[in-house]
């Protein structure tokens, strides 16, 4: 019998990820079931359990990929000196990241964003997941507080807010804006670097005044 090479069997579990991905982004993690995996996937059940024990250690690994997608676009762009400016950074962070999973469509919209807003949902509900999904967004926090220490660093950004507040108001505009698109639609991500060149734009009159101009 000749061997299945390593790369059919790559390909084969990719296969079945993506197609798992689909129904859990099309129904959720608790509503779908192992037959509609199959249906999805047009494999026979012996076939996705060569891989997978069932459907818990399938959402496990969807999950672990949703997260180390997000995770690792964050961290590769920390790594970037000096760093690119927010409205720019997330626009590439946000890019490659959907650009990585753009195989995957629901109703001819990206599936990613659904997915994404499944697994926020699907950790409320697995304390185990939590725990991943905790870690996970401590590593993009860390991350990306770095990324703030070098803008203040070259001299970008005030001093005076610590990097972490920072880190978690840029992780909100990034997962904010993966959920609208899972919400209302898919919108290009040059929507979101416009919206945030825009904020950065203004000026604080206040400050510039000596006071607030509400009082």
Known sequence: MARVSQEHLDARRRQILDGAAICFARNGFHATSMQDVLKEVDLSAGAVYRYFSGKEELIAA???????????????????????????????????????????????????????????????????????????????????????????????????????????????????FLAQQALFGSAPVDVLRDGLRALMSMSDERTATGGSQLG
Do not use: C
């Open 62 to 176: 969807v999950v672990g990929e949703v997260l180390a997608s997000v995770r690792g676009a964050f961290e590769e762009a920390s790594r970037q000196s000096p760093p690119l400016p927010p409205d720019e950074l997330l626009t590439v962070v946000l890019g490659r990241t959907l650009a990585a999973r753009e195989n995957l469509t629901f109703e001819g919209e990206p599936a990613f964003p659904r997915l994404v807003v499944q697994v926020w949902a699907e950790t409320l509900r697995n304390k185990e997941l939590a725990v991943v999904l905790h870690d996970g967004y401590a590593g993009v926090r860390a991350a990306w507080a770095r990324i703030v220490e070098g803008y203040q660093d070259a001299g970008m950004m005030r001093a005076d807010v610590h990097p972490d507040h920072v880190a978690r108001t840029m992780i909100a505009a990034a997962v904010g």
